[in-house]
């Protein structure tokens, strides 16, 4: 797995587990939520100060994007689609 394939893997996996969506995680680190799909596939090649904001809006460490999956280990899960209901 090359490097932005791991950037990509573990922002959907941190992503993913704060419960945000693509258009969520972009609005609040101040990025266009296409972007962070494109991050999120490899297609991107993210500036370090956009990992940060990214980290910081999920509570992680910039070192976190970095961290490498277990051998076998599935592709993290997606959110279900379509808007939440609301409260």
């Known amino acids: 797995m090359n490097a932005r394939d791991l950037v990509g893997w573990n922002l959907r996996r941190l992503r993913v587990a704060k419960g945000l969506s693509q258009e969520a995680l972009g609005l609040l680190a101040g990025c266009e939520p296409s972007y962070v799909g494109r991050i999120e596939r490899g297609r991107e090649?993210?500036?370090?100060?956009?990992?940060?904001?990214?980290?910081?809006v999920l509570d992680a460490h910039i070192s976190a994007f970095f961290v490498i999956p277990e051998a076998g280990a599935e592709k993290p899960a997606s959110l279900r689609p379509g808007r939440k209901p609301k409260a």
């Open 45 to 56: 090649n993210s500036t370090v100060e956009t990992l940060e904001g990214l980290a910081a």
